[in-house]
């Protein structure tokens, strides 16, 4: 059963910085790409970074270069998002995701779209207080 479950929301302030875990069970972790979203209320689900765990490629979405950074422990089967100089608009449920790398990293793949994801973890919720 491919499980993934995520943890290390919580509240920070203005400036703040947090470090989100995906831990991945189930399915053979250099087959899939991990990938980063978020959710805000009333918003659409959008991509903030993704890692090949073939060969660690990335992706990271345009609004968070500079600030977030995405790493994999292969050995721990575990994906990490280090969050840092939270803003107001990162306030989000984060999810990761797990989808095929070959189809996410090659040819006319999008690591960014959720629908190119195969399994999805339950979500942490991370709030930035001003």
């Known amino acids: 059963e491919v499980q993934l479950v995520e943890s290390g929301g919580g509240l920070v302030q203005v400036g703040g910085s947090l470090k989100l875990s995906c831990a991945a069970s189930?399915?053979?972790?250099?087959?899939?790409?991990i990938g980063w979203f978020r959710q805000a209320p009333g918003k659409e689900r959008e991509g903030v970074s993704a890692?090949?765990?073939?060969?660690?490629?990335?992706w990271r979405a345009d609004s968070v270069k500079g600030r977030f950074t995405i790493s994999s422990d292969n050995a721990k089967k575990t994906v990490y998002l280090h969050m840092n100089d939270l803003k107001p608009e990162d306030t989000a449920v984060y999810y990761c995701?797990?989808?095929?790398?070959?189809?996410?990293?090659?040819?006319?793949?999008?690591?960014?779209?959720?629908?190119?994801?195969?399994?999805w973890g339950q979500g942490t919720q991370v709030t930035v207080s001003s």
């Open positions: 995701a797990a989808g095929e790398w070959t189809s996410l990293f090659t040819g006319w793949g999008n690591p960014g779209l959720p629908t190119e994801y195969d399994f």
């Open positions: 189930g399915f053979t972790f250099a087959e899939y790409a």
């Open positions: 890692i090949n765990g073939y060969d660690g490629s990335k």
